[in-house]
């Protein structure tokens, strides 16, 4: 018998805009994916995987590598084989159907990395409707890397306020993004000087604009380590965040503990 069923939120953009045209190839990371999966599997909690198609989120091939797994070969097959065969991974359901299933069944939600999100889950009517659940019900609440900038989703206007963000109208999506439910919360997310490299060696372009500045703009407290690529993590109250990559691990302990306190509290 499992504790509780944690939700897990993935995307299916497979491509970003880039600054002065064009676009580049993305997805969700792969140790973003599977490493807090297996984690809150391994705690004894189930988890259901939703996307806004009901289809499987593509895997960034950038994250399809060992390199993401502290260089542990055994560890990415691991995880690799575990994104490819396991049943909670390979039985999506659609973002509106756990709407309409219930979202009272859910101890906790969790949304992964990798550019995806910053495409469709941050401007997407039902992520909107079930970050507001967990907000309003102080379930807990995490997001990694790319993940946290999902939050906007919980705006009324979101779509408005992405496109404010790519136009560069600052003002204007500060204006729309007022009464967000998370203005004044603390959270960290990718980083702009983490970003910059991506856009160096990744892109070889910009992104129309910064994950950090965007949050900012909407009114989070946002705060990322010094440090680049170093496991950084934000807790102000339901919500988790955690900056990067290597936050993985880190972010998983953290949202294992803050659903086990939930459950002996309610």
Known sequence: MTKATVLILGSNATKIELEGGGSALIGQYLNETVVPAIALI????????????????????YSDTAQHFEGDQAAYE??????????SINQVHTLRSVIDGGLERYAGVFVPGGHAPVVDLMQNVDVGTILRHFHDTLKPTALLCHGPV??????P???????????????AAAEIAQDW????YRMTVFS???????????FHAKLPFYMPEALR????????????????????RELITGQNMASDHLIAAKLI???DRSLVSA
Do not use: C, Q
């Not at 439910?181 to 004044?184: K, N, S």
């Open 42 to 61: 391994a705690a004894g909690y189930e988890v259901v995987l939703a996307t806004p198609d009901g289809t499987k989120p593509h895997i960034d091939e």
């Open 78 to 87: 691991r995880a690799r084989y575990f994104y490819d065969n396991d049943a």
């Open 150 to 155: 999902a939050v906007a989703a919980a705006m």
């Open 157 to 171: 206007r979101a779509t408005e306020f992405r496109a404010a963000l790519v136009a560069g109208e600052d003002a």
């Open 181 to 184: 439910a998370y203005a004044g």
């Open 192 to 202: 702009t000087s983490e970003e910059k490299w991506a856009e160096d060696n990744l």
């Open 217 to 236: 703009l909407a009114g989070a407290d946002v705060t990322t380590n010094p440090v680049d690529w170093a496991p950084y993590v934000v807790i102000d």
């Open 257 to 259: 503990e803050a659903i």
